[in-house]
């Protein structure tokens, strides 16, 4: 995880994660994703090849907001598993985990303005643009532009062909 996550084409093209990012790190955030998932507030899903379920990524919902029902989804691939619809795939497993299984109202989901390929990502599993939010992250001391997205159970509900 700390080599896939922590590569500098990886790290640079997320909000969270740094670079280098150390074992030690990798560590530290499954113990804290094993806590927020204890808590009810995240779940985090790891995203394996089907040929040798080898680890490639991962993908997410957190600050899960029983009170308003919605949750921010994220994910990362690594670099050696780009452009292979891995992350559409999971990322479209997440939004439906999301609304059949937690129940939610809104899953909404970031991503920086100069990576248009997660925005892709998300615009094909139905979330639509809902606004650009300027310098929103500061990213190695570069304050960045971010693109917000989100998706609401009555649209997922119609696009996969579900009763609202």
């Known amino acids: 995880m700390a080599r896939f996550a922590g590569s500098r084409e990886v790290a640079d093209t997320t909000i969270s994660i740094p670079h280098p ?3 030690e790190q990798a560590r530290a ?7 927020k998932s204890s808590a009810g507030k995240a779940i985090v899903f790891g995203i394996v090849t089907r040929e040798d379920a080898g680890l490639i990524g991962a993908v997410g919902l957190r600050e899960i907001d029983a009170e308003h029902s919605q949750a ?3 994910f990362w691939i690594g670099v050696q598993s780009w452009g292979k619809g891995y992350a559409t795939e999971a990322a479209r497993r997440v939004v439906r985990y999301a ?8 899953v909404y989901a970031h991503h920086m303005v100069r990576n248009p390929a997660s925005g892709r990502v998300l615009e094909k599993v139905g979330l639509k643009r809902e606004g650009l939010l300027r310098q929103r992250v ?3 001391g570069v ?3 971010v693109v917000l997205l989100a998706i609401l ?3 997922w509900a119609q ?3 579900e009763a609202p």
Request: hydrophobic fraction near 35%; proline fraction near 0%.
């Open 21 to 23: 990012y150390s074992e």
């Open 29 to 35: 955030w499954i113990a804290a994703c094993t806590t």
């Open 72 to 74: 921010e989804m994220g």
């Open 99 to 106: 609304f059949e299984e937690l129940k939610l109202n809104r």
């Open 138 to 140: 500061r990213k190695w």
């Open 143 to 145: 304050f960045e532009d």
């Open 153 to 155: 159970h009555d649209d």
């Open 159 to 161: 696009m996969s062909g």
